[in-house]
């Protein structure tokens, strides 16, 4: 009896726990989403879970805690989760479920923004290429077999995340889920079918019966049972089209990404800060820093075409989940004031809303401790060992005859879309043919120009096994014309032309119906004009790199492979291979890959992605002193102009082992691999200015602030981007600072005359400028 009497217990303690955290009822008015019938100010940031590692995920969502938001912010990337037909993938960084349970375990929300079109400068803005084999498909539009694509994943997606228990209705941490993304901005180019998708859409969100309110971006128009929110530097001036919906912002760029042959963007903390407070301040409700953790593109994840893999975004949060400073602390401090006004914000009258003081929120609070990886990291003290071997190119001399016996060799008569071609499973896709020319031929003798008309990120051109010319466009057309000349021989003439994608695009009406790779003519001319089109002949097409098709970058692959000691430098098509060890500590691990030229990396088998040191940022445009003041747009604030627009390469600790690791490379374009080193992201400096009146705070993050390198309180000289020594300074500014912060994770200074001595200094203008190292 009295065992029994256990066992029931234990079954009922099995019941409690099992069972669902309680529900929580989310509604909404004019006003603000209701929880439990109580508006709330929601403070969101997008994390998106595949751009970071199960491993950061924790301390991510934490330091976004910390940060005084309430809710996390995530897409879902189908072609993630379903690379190939009803094939699933949910491990590791694809684990959505595991990262919704994280950031409940919080006690933070969630807003899910399902699309499946994410744009989000992801591959092909989140669809999987294999879409575009099914019969009749145009994406995003009244069609048919999209809309069943659509429906099919999207329910799959809403009932993972039913099983368990995930939305707030059934006492999980989802507020809101979003269907379709942005589509108001293109629905115009798709005519009556346009309106009637986004009708569809709004239907079928509705039969999925999640009990949480449902959203669409960008949506003017948006069907009464969804709500139209806001994307943008600025969204004070936005309201949604029904009264009876809260003005809701999903998108608030943080700052902006990045392309190769770009600078690097930042959106000022002030402008930003201010952005903000007057959203809420004329009624907003509910806001999402777009991104708040950008984090790496790893592998071929990057849309574009042409979006680096640093995904940085100037977030809070940098890209190895580092703090942003001075971003992250003075938007906490922002967050921490909007909250404790959270019943005058949600139940006030909008238009009685105090002004001022809002904007006083913008300038009395500026803490400061700025990481700057960039500048002051620390090599390693030992030298990598390379090896190298060529990528083979068994079929880059041979007639095109002669290849059908290569493994995945394919023939056409015609020009294939190079997504077609291979399924978007490789950057690279061969196109050759070959031309027969004799004596009586009008072009024979002649020196002949190979013109490609392609629409290609890079186009590698061979004639009879040379290489004759390399083309790449650096102004965001990505249709261009190749020419390379070449003298033909008697008989067959072999040309093999490597078209390699950077990124499929993301964005833009149709963006699926543009045709990647060569899409012809591609023409021999000869000087006399006479033309041979071989647009028609027999193409052969091999899909991606022999050494992928050979594991190269597979560490663990049983096969042995012979790898060549004496490296060659600025050979094209190489691949190089070393081991290093792991630094020790925990401070993020980068590759700084100057002196390569065009690649990808793998560490340890893991895809690192694509790299490009030698793509330099633009010269011109940059400015070392940023005005914040005016409308922030993605050219304002330029740094790093005339250097590789992406020098370091983030490999998270979790793709490392204890002792050695192994880097491989494949060098496209020839370069140094003696001068790659493996580097931690470490040294730490601080700067930070704020205006008499206020409090300035230093932190240095679990780290104490070891020195002052300068300080002044006075009317300082900004006038050549760098804060300098004014005409009145305050002779023992760097004592005070000193005295207040030296040997503290922490310090706070209060800027007045009387703290800092100064007396007689007409400026109104009196501000402390200080510069710290961690
Ligand atoms: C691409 O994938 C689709 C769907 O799995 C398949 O039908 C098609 O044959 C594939 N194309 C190539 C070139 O492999
Ligand atoms: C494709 O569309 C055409 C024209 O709308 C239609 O006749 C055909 O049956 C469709 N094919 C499939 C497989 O749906
Ligand atoms: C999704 O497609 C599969 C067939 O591939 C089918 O079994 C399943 O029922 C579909 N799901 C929905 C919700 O349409
Ligand atoms: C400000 O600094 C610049 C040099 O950086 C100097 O030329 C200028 O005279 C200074 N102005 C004042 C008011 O000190
Ligand atoms: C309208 C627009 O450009 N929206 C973009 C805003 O920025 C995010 C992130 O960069 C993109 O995903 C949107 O497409």
Request: with cysteine.
């Amino acid at each position: 009896m009295g065992s029994l009497k256990f066992l029931l217990l234990a079954v009922i303690f099995l019941i409690t726990i099992n069972q669902p955290t309680t529900a929580v009822d989310v509604t909404y008015d004019g006003r603000a989403i209701k929880i439990d019938g109580e508006r709330r100010i929601i403070i969101s940031g997008s994390i998106h879970y595949p751009r970071s590692t199960p491993e950061m995920w924790p301390s991510l969502i934490k330091k976004a805690k910390e940060g005084g938001l309430n809710a996390i912010e995530t897409y879902v990337f189908w072609n993630a989760h379903e690379p190939l037909y009803r094939q699933y993938d949910f491990s590791g960084s694809n684990d959505l479920i595991k990262f919704l349970k994280l950031i409940q375990d919080e006690g933070l929300y969630a807003l899910l923004r399902i699309g499946p079109y994410v744009c989000a400068e992801w591959n092909f803005g989140g669809f999987p290429v294999w879409l575009k084999s099914i019969p009749n498909m145009t994406f995003r539009t009244q069609n048919d077999a999209f809309m069943y694509e659509m429906k099919n994943f999207t329910t799959k997606i809403v009932d993972m995340v039913k099983q368990e228990n995930l939305f707030a209705s059934e006492g999980g941490p989802i507020i809101l889920a979003q269907i379709e993304n942005e589509y108001g901005n293109i629905m115009s180019s798709y005519g009556n079918a346009g309106k009637s998708y986004i009708n569809w859409c709004a239907n079928f969100a509705e039969t999925l019966d999640i009990g949480v309110p449902w959203i669409m971006c960008q949506q003017s128009d948006a069907p009464a049972s969804m709500i139209n929110t806001c994307n943008g530097y600025y969204c004070d001036q936005f309201w949604p089209n029904n009264k009876n919906v809260p003005k809701m912002w999903t998108e608030n760029w943080s700052g902006w990404y990045k392309d190769w042959g770009g600078a690097d963007p930042h959106r000022t903390t002030e402008d930003l800060a201010f952005a903000v407070g007057r959203f809420y301040q004329y009624g907003g409700s509910l806001q999402n820093y777009y991104m708040y953790h950008g984090g790496t593109n790893f592998g071929r994840t990057a849309g574009g075409p042409y979006i680096t893999t640093a995904y940085d975004y100037d977030a809070p949060l940098n890209e190895y989940g580092d703090l942003n400073q001075p971003k992250w602390g003075h938007l906490k401090q922002l967050h921490s004031l909007l909250m404790s006004m959270e019943k005058v914000l949600t139940y006030g009258e909008v238009s009685n809303t105090d002004y001022g003081s809002m904007m006083s929120v913008n300038t009395q609070t500026t803490v400061i401790a700025k990481k700057l990886p960039k500048e002051a990291q620390e090599k390693l003290h030992y030298k990598l060992e390379w090896k190298w071997r060529a990528e083979h190119f068994e079929h880059l001399k041979a007639p095109i005859k002669d290849i059908s016996h290569l493994k995945g060799v394919t023939f056409a008569n015609h020009l294939i879309d190079q997504k077609l071609a291979t399924n978007d499973t490789s950057d690279y896709l061969w196109y050759m043919t070959s031309v027969d020319i004799n004596e009586d031929d009008p072009i024979w003798g002649e020196e002949v120009t190979l013109q490609v008309n392609c629409n290609c990120h890079v186009l590698h051109a061979f004639f009879n096994g040379k290489h004759i010319g390399t083309k790449w466009v650096k102004n965001g057309q990505y249709s261009f014309v190749f020419e390379g000349s070449a003298k033909p021989k008697r008989g067959t003439n072999s040309i093999s032309l490597l078209s390699v994608t950077v990124g499929l695009p993301n964005y833009g009406a149709y963006f699926d119906k543009v045709q990647n790779g060569i899409l012809g003519p591609v023409k021999l001319v000869a000087p006399n004009s006479i033309e041979k089109d071989l647009s028609s002949n027999e193409w052969a097409y091999k899909v991606g790199l022999n050494g992928l098709e050979r594991d190269l970058q597979d560490v663990d692959a049983k096969k042995k492979r012979k790898w060549h000691p004496n490296i060659p430098f600025g050979r094209m098509f190489v691949w190089y291979k070393t081991t290093f060890r792991t630094p020790k500590g925990k401070d993020p691990i980068v590759l700084d890959l100057w002196g390569l030229g065009k690649g990808n990396a793998w560490v340890n088998g893991h895809d690192i992605g694509r790299y490009w040191p030698s793509f330099l940022a633009q010269e011109d445009g940059c400015s070392s002193f940023c005005d914040y003041r005016g409308n922030y747009h993605a050219s304002k604030c330029l740094t790093n102009c005339g250097k590789p627009s992406q020098r370091w390469y983030h490999v998270p600790r979790s793709f490392l082992k204890d002792e050695d690791n192994t880097l491989v490379l494949f060098e496209e374009f020839g370069g140094n691999p003696k001068l790659v080193s493996v580097q931690t992201v470490n040294a730490e400096k601080a700067f930070a200015h704020a205006y008499e009146g206020n409090t300035l705070e230093l932190s240095c993050h679990e780290r104490p602030i070891s020195k002052i390198n300068f300080a002044s309180f006075g009317n300082l000289n900004g006038t050549h981007g760098v804060l300098a020594k004014g005409s009145c300074h305050a002779p023992n500014s760097l004592s005070v600072v000193e005295k207040a912060c030296i040997g503290k994770e922490k310090c706070s200074i209060d800027i007045s005359e009387e703290a800092f001595g100064l007396r007689g200094c007409k400026s109104s203008q009196k501000r402390l400028a200080v510069e710290v190292e961690c």
